[in-house]
């Protein structure tokens, strides 16, 4: 175990105070600490070069540096915090920056107000929403004395001189521009356009002395909610640098310090772990002294003992938590469970908080308890930033020693396993908390799900005493609650804890091969002007030429016309799963074209109609200059993915305010090309799990479904089918940062690539890549997606592109065949119509010949002899 020299006061006395309702997981609110905006810190060169692997020798207890300027109704940020009755506040990014004109509050007060759908809403403050002087003061105080209590958990390298932020726009500022907000310049940006924070300018010149800064904000209060926890600000390898504390829980002025603190303890225990990194997407994005991904978190089907089943995720083998569960659970077979599960149900706390039905007295779960445990210290030291103190942690009874099967079926299965030796059977009857009303919903839902109820310890026979035969008593592991003896509730993991490295950048070498086919067309266009052009383009031009291409053309018309037409109106379902409806809507389009060209061409020919043949000439350049700009764009796009990768790494990672393409040469078009590319990623490796069968809730509560339980109704339900990676929590009314690091959320590609168009590729392009690229697996692209995430499309993206440059020759060859093609037929069509337009001067001449001769030939001669008066005509 890790000799641990810092000790911290026992924490005992608070072991049984309330936990969070908290449905606002890091991960759901400003993703993962990985994904906030960087903000570089200086570091001792000595120790870095040895935070391979973090000690007590290169680490040190976090200093926290406590802000309440957004309590101070002259410093709080505009519409965040109640500060008089009938005042205006706003829950996240309405439509409108202003309150409504009408005066009407759209936020809908009481139960469920948490369920804003990622929106935001206006309303109007109360009583009980405005912070008082009072309240203020017992917000600050009990803020106070849990952050002593936190520096004693965990130790982490300490920031060289002074933590001092950056002034910017903030990493979000393209989606905030596109929800109506124009992104603000300021000290660290995002602490205030996204959490609401208020950013003195001084931290971005002179610092603070300190780790972490820990703001505490007010939202006001939502019935059911507790509070929320956050981090808006990480250093260079992802370490929170600005922690959040949304206290949205109501407080009382009439209730005592001591009172409050007992009360809340939890609470602000919870958030602050939350906002330091405990979340799904941070554990996702964890990363090893090479910067590589740890892969910390595997998902997989789990069924209940009632044959209910869902999707879950599990911290794996490779992870110091996973050790630790080991040891508390009696687990010691790895191939006997699945591993260390975080939450399923419900949906609010779902991947980022414990499973409440195995470690209910953990402060990262929701079973009423406020325990801070060997397993959630060791959770946090996976991420790589922390050096846990375990002989600060404290002892859990529920699960002790119930072995592998417990945890597999999330306690639908419990073992008399009678391992823990008793001096009396008092001790045997477990944690009198359990039978502690907490929340209707919870307390329901594990009565349902886990064997013998929420107190399995309630009489003898059901805690498993039992007296020996040598007059030993024995009962289950899990209802002895004596303390004495139990060494495992201090031990830590015997391996050092290896620190965490910046990513490492994916870098695509820079290759021209793709721009050859330039050449190719330039050798075509000096073939044709040369030895080939009498053939090809004979001076007067041919009728025959023009013909025979266009007939060619039409002929290739028509079969995508047909194509599309059997695709359209005959079988449907078969078809559209290989080309998709916008492909074969375009094949029609452009068969159609064809068709038409074809048409227009002949009728032009046989009538000899110049304004025809010009039109025909000028519509046949278009579609050659679309061609030749389609193919120039992708080919552009390829070879600038290079120059950019740098951006790209920014964009996804949330470090570069501007778009990946902004201030490149047709950015527009360049953002659409990349939104093609993005939705074909999601199209061919979303394949995420069916929707759970999930009990309904009325199974687990009882009652009208009023407040609290309300609240928690909505998380028990059946998950809706636009299952996504990382769950956007009840309470959430923004969603730029989660979507940021969720591929598989509709908003991704819009945000990354700066596209909002909706036309996704054919399912058949999956297959096309699945045979084509050979570094890429759909099986495998489908299997990592949640796993790795924005790495997973960076990968995707340097596979297609490989693939496109290592066939660039090819594709180059096939579209300036197309385009020498289409330009022989033109040249042809200009040279029609300027011979139907143009006289030739010797043919005039010889004209005005024939003319005159037959005029003449029409002409008679009358002689009159004098004898005679009668006229003879003679020719």
């Known amino acids: 175990a890790i000799s641990v020299k810092r000790m911290v006061l026992p924490l005992f006395l608070f072991a049984y105070a309330a936990a969070p309702r908290s449905p606002l997981p890091l991960t759901s609110q400003l993703a993962a600490e990985h994904g906030t905006a960087v903000h570089p810190q200086h570091y001792n060169p000595h120790r870095r070069a040895l935070a391979d692997v973090l000690t007590l020798d290169n680490t040190k207890p976090i200093r926290l540096h406590l802000d309440f300027k957004s309590l101070d109704q002259t410093t709080a940020v505009e519409y965040s915090t109640c500060f008089s009755v009938g005042a205006w506040f706003r829950r996240g990014l309405p439509e409108s920056p202003t309150p409504p004109a009408n005066g009407i509050p759209t936020c809908l007060r009481g139960a469920n107000e948490w369920d804003l759908g990622g929106s935001g809403c206006w309303g109007i403050c109360r009583e009980s929403d405005v912070v008082t002087p009072t309240r203020r003061q017992l917000m600050v105080r009990a803020m106070e004395s849990v952050a002593q209590e936190v520096s004693g958990f965990f130790s982490v390298e300490p920031v060289e001189g002074s933590l001092v932020f950056r002034k910017n726009t903030g990493r979000y500022s393209k989606a905030l521009e596109e929800k109506g907000y124009p992104p603000l310049e300021a000290c660290a940006s995002d602490c205030t356009t996204t959490s609401n924070v208020a950013v003195d300018p001084s931290y971005c010149t002179s610092g603070v002395n300190a780790d972490a800064v820990l703001s505490l904000i007010r939202?006001?209060?939502?019935?059911?909610?507790?509070?929320?926890?956050?981090?808006?600000?990480?250093?260079?390898?992802?370490?929170?640098?600005?922690?959040?504390?949304?206290?949205?829980?109501?407080?009382?002025?009439?209730?005592?310090?001591?009172?409050?603190?007992?009360?809340?303890?939890?609470?602000?225990?919870?958030?602050?772990?939350?906002?330091?990194?405990?979340?799904?997407?941070?554990?996702?994005?964890?990363?090893?002294?090479?910067?590589?991904?740890?892969?910390?978190?595997?998902?997989?089907?789990?069924?209940?003992?009632?044959?209910?089943?869902?999707?879950?995720?599990?911290?794996?083998?490779?992870?110091?938590?996973?050790?630790?569960?080991?040891?508390?659970?009696?687990?010691?077979?790895?191939?006997?469970?699945?591993?260390?599960?975080?939450?399923?149900?419900?949906?609010?706390?779902?991947?980022?908080?414990?499973?409440?039905?195995?470690?209910?007295?953990?402060?990262?779960?929701?079973?009423?308890?406020?325990?801070?445990?060997?397993?959630?210290?060791?959770?946090?030291?996976?991420?790589?930033?922390?050096?846990?103190?375990?002989?600060?942690?404290?002892?859990?009874?529920?699960?002790?020693?119930?072995?592998?099967?417990?945890?597999?079926?999330?306690?639908?299965?419990?073992?008399?396993?009678?391992?823990?030796?008793?001096?009396?059977?008092?001790?045997?009857?477990?944690?009198?908390?359990?039978?502690?009303?907490?929340?209707?919903?919870?307390?329901?839902?594990?009565?349902?799900?886990?064997?013998?109820?929420?107190?399995?310890?309630?009489?003898?026979?059901?805690?498993?005493?039992?007296?020996?035969?040598?007059?030993?008593?024995?009962?289950?592991?899990?209802?002895?609650?004596?303390?004495?003896?139990?060494?495992?509730?201090?031990?830590?993991?015997?391996?050092?804890?290896?620190?965490?490295?910046?990513?490492?950048?994916?870098?695509?070498?820079?290759?021209?091969?793709?721009?050859?086919?330039?050449?190719?067309?330039?050798?075509?266009?000096?073939?044709?002007?040369?030895?080939?052009?009498?053939?090809?383009?004979?001076?007067?031009?041919?009728?025959?030429?023009?013909?025979?291409?266009?007939?060619?053309?039409?002929?290739?018309?028509?079969?995508?016309?047909?194509?599309?037409?059997?695709?359209?109106?005959?079988?449907?379902?078969?078809?559209?799963?290989?080309?998709?409806?916008?492909?074969?809507?375009?094949?029609?389009?452009?068969?159609?074209?064809?068709?038409?060209?074809?048409?227009?061409?002949?009728?032009?020919?046989?009538?000899?109609?110049?304004?025809?043949?010009?039109?025909?000439?000028?519509?046949?350049?278009?579609?050659?200059?679309?061609?030749?700009?389609?193919?120039?764009?992708?080919?552009?796009?390829?070879?600038?993915?290079?120059?950019?990768?740098?951006?790209?790494?920014?964009?996804?990672?949330?470090?570069?305010?501007?778009?990946?393409?902004?201030?490149?040469?047709?950015?527009?078009?360049?953002?659409?090309?990349?939104?093609?590319?993005?939705?074909?990623?999601?199209?061919?490796?979303?394949?995420?799990d069916a929707s759970p069968s999930i009990l309904p809730f009325d199974d687990f509560a009882s009652g009208s479904g009023s407040g609290i339980q309300s609240d928690y109704a909505s998380g028990f339900v059946e998950a809706p089918a636009s299952d996504t990676c990382l769950q956007q929590h009840a309470g959430q009314t923004v969603d730029i940062a989660v979507v940021m690091q969720d591929p598989s959320s509709d908003n991704f590609c819009p945000y990354v690539s700066g596209s909002d168009r909706s036309v996704k590729p054919a399912v058949g392009t999956c297959d096309f890549l699945n045979w084509a690229v050979t570094d890429f697996s759909l099986s495998a692209c489908q299997e990592k997606l949640c796993v790795f995430g924005i790495d997973g499309y960076e990968e995707f993206t340097e596979q297609v592109v490989n693939w496109m440059r290592s066939n660039a020759i090819i594709i180059g060859a096939v579209s300036a065949f197309a385009v020498l093609f289409q330009l022989i037929l033109s040249v042809n069509l200009w040279k029609l119509r300027k011979r139907l337009g143009r006289v030739n001067p010797e043919s005039e001449s010889s004209t005005k010949k024939q003319k005159g001769k037959a005029v003449k030939s029409q002409r008679t001669v009358v002689e009159v002899k004098p004898k005679d008066t009668a006229a003879i005509v003679r020719p």
């Open 219 to 688: 939202s006001p209060p939502m019935q059911g909610i507790g509070g929320t926890g956050t981090s808006c600000v990480g250093d260079q390898s992802g370490r929170p640098l600005w922690l959040v504390f949304d206290w949205i829980e109501e407080v009382d002025e009439s209730e005592s310090f001591d009172a409050l603190l007992a009360r809340v303890r939890g609470l602000i225990l919870h958030e602050i772990i939350h906002a330091l990194g405990f979340s799904n997407a941070a554990f996702s994005y964890a990363r090893n002294s090479a910067g590589e991904r740890k892969t910390l978190l595997t998902k997989k089907h789990v069924v209940d003992a009632d044959g209910a089943t869902d999707s879950i995720w599990f911290f794996g083998e490779t992870s110091r938590a996973y050790a630790m569960a080991k040891n508390f659970f009696g687990c010691l077979d790895d191939a006997s469970w699945d591993g260390l599960p975080l939450m399923g149900l419900p949906e609010l706390g779902r991947a980022s908080h414990w499973e409440t039905r195995i470690l209910r007295d953990d402060v990262m779960s929701y079973g009423g308890r406020a325990v801070v445990s060997t397993v959630t210290l060791a959770a946090m030291e996976d991420l790589g930033h922390y050096v846990a103190n375990y002989s600060a942690a404290q002892c859990m009874h529920w699960g002790r020693a119930q072995g592998c099967d417990f945890v597999k079926s999330r306690c639908g299965v419990l073992q008399d396993e009678r391992s823990a030796v008793t001096a009396s059977a008092e001790d045997c009857k477990g944690d009198p908390v359990w039978a502690t009303p907490y929340i209707p919903a919870i307390d329901n839902y594990l009565s349902a799900k886990c064997a013998r109820g929420l107190t399995p310890c309630d009489t003898l026979s059901r805690s498993g005493f039992q007296l020996m035969q040598d007059g030993t008593k024995v009962c289950n592991a899990q209802c002895h609650t004596s303390l004495e003896g139990r060494s495992d509730c201090s031990a830590g993991p015997s391996e050092p804890v290896e620190g965490t490295s910046e990513k490492m950048e994916r870098l695509v070498e820079e290759n021209w091969q793709q721009f050859l086919w330039l050449l190719v067309w330039l050798l075509g266009v000096i073939f044709a002007a040369s030895c080939a052009r009498a053939v090809a383009c004979p001076k007067q031009g041919s009728k025959g030429i023009v013909i025979c291409l266009s007939m060619l053309l039409g002929f290739v018309g028509g079969i995508f016309l047909g194509c599309a037409a059997y695709g359209l109106f005959y079988d449907f379902e078969f078809v559209s799963g290989f080309v998709g409806v916008p492909t074969l809507y375009g094949l029609a389009s452009i068969g159609g074209a064809l068709v038409v060209l074809l048409l227009l061409t002949l009728f032009a020919v046989c009538c000899s109609s110049r304004c025809l043949l010009l039109l025909v000439f000028l519509l046949y350049i278009f579609f050659v200059l679309i061609q030749a700009g389609s193919t120039v764009l992708v080919f552009y796009w390829s070879y600038l993915v290079t120059s950019v990768t740098g951006d790209t790494v920014d964009t996804l990672s949330g470090n570069n305010a501007d778009g990946k393409w902004d201030g490149h040469l047709g950015e527009t078009a360049l953002k659409e090309v990349e939104g093609i590319m993005c939705r074909t990623y999601q199209l061919c490796c979303r394949d995420l």
